[in-house]
């Protein structure tokens, strides 16, 4: 690839932070386009989702990360450390997004791993718009730049996208000079395979309460472009025990069809053409605590 102009940046940014500070959220609002899912649910993110936004300046390739978890004991967790700790790894640049006034633990040894490894590190205070008095904030930061170092400090709202104008212009005067790695029209490296199993996913975070949701995990069984022009895509829904069965599929079915019309739409508006779905609800017993069912059912990034 061939610079576009002499100052093209282009290079990785994480989006790093603990769960649920709306890392998933920020990184829609920076590309301009509903990719990674999002719930009031810590956890919502599984995978590693790189997000790509291109302009006339250059190519940042953003990486949503599950957020760390502290005290992993099942085996899923472990895996979203693992891809956690990797997605650093590979990065220029991290970008630490908190909640506005506060600091955690989690925080802190996130802090930590990304000083370790040597990452430049912006902190990205988001939510800002929950704050009623911004002057509020200022002790709050004053303390903990002087204890940790950061490059830059900035505050967002990714909901209500403030602030990211000025973000998007710092993290590119701090990338390399470098050629775009992806095409100027491309949003991420996700097949719509994997894509398809995010937004069924998306509704049963939405729709389904308390720890059920992380009972469950999606896996696409077919795809397939059909000649009508219509994508066919069957999914199946699998959760650890009989009775989560019965709840997914819900009264008469319907929870199920609510939340493969809800899934179906997004399909649609995401793949650009129209989608007919199918969705099952299976038993695998003990799915969550499995290393290898874990591999089968994607989770090995
Ligand atoms: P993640 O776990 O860090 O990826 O967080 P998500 O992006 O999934 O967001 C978690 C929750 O915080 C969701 O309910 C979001 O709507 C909410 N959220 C994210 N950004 C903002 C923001 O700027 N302001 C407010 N008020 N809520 C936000
Ligand atoms: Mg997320």
Redesign the pocket.
């Known amino acids: 690839n061939e610079l576009p102009h002499p100052d093209f940046r282009c290079g990785f940014v994480a989006l790093a ?10 990184l829609n609002a920076l590309i301009g386009f509903r990719l ?1 899912i ?3 649910r ?4 599984r995978h590693r989702i790189l997000g790509i936004a291109t302009s006339e300046a250059g190519q940042i390739l953003y990486v ?1 990360t599950p ?1 760390l978890h502290r005290g992993a004991k099942r085996a899923m967790n472990r895996s979203l450390n693992r891809a956690v700790r990797s997605a650093i790894s590979e990065v220029e640049l991290a970008a630490q ?1 908190i909640e506005a006034g506060r600091w955690t633990d989690e925080d802190e040894a996130l802090y930590e791993a990304l000083a370790e490894q040597k990452i430049p590190r912006l902190l990205v205070i ?5 704050s009623k008095d911004k002057t509020a904030l200022l002790p709050f930061v004053a303390e903990l730049t002087g204890k940790h170092h950061f490059e830059s400090v900035h505050y ?5 996208r403030k602030g990211l104008d000025a973000l998007t212009s710092d993290i590119l005067a701090r990338l390399p000079v470098r050629a775009p790695v992806f095409g100027e029209d491309e949003i991420t490296d996700r097949s719509e395979r994997f894509l398809a199993a995010e937004m069924v996913r998306e509704q049963l975070m939405l729709r389904l309460d308390e720890e059920l949701p992380y009972a469950t995990t999606v896996e696409i069984e077919q795809f397939k472009d059909r000649p009508d022009g219509l994508a066919e895509i069957h999914a199946v829904i699998w959760v650890e025990r009989e009775g989560q069965k019965a709840i997914v599929i819900g009264q008469g079915g319907a929870q199920l069809k609510a939340i493969g019309t809800s899934a179906r739409r997004h399909m649609e508006r995401m793949f650009d053409r129209k989608v007919f779905l199918r969705l099952w609800v299976k038993v695998r017993e003990g799915w969550v605590d499995d290393e290898a069912m874990l591999k089968q059912f994607g989770y090995t990034d």
């Not at 603990?18 to 998933?24: E, I």
């Not at 810590?42 to 993110?45: K, S």
């Not at 988001?126 to 929950?130: A, G, I």
């Open positions: 932070g603990r769960p649920n500070v709306g890392k998933s959220t920020l990674s999002v719930s009031p810590p956890q919502t993110t949503d957020g997004v988001n939510k800002v718009d929950l967002v709202s990714a909901l209500k």
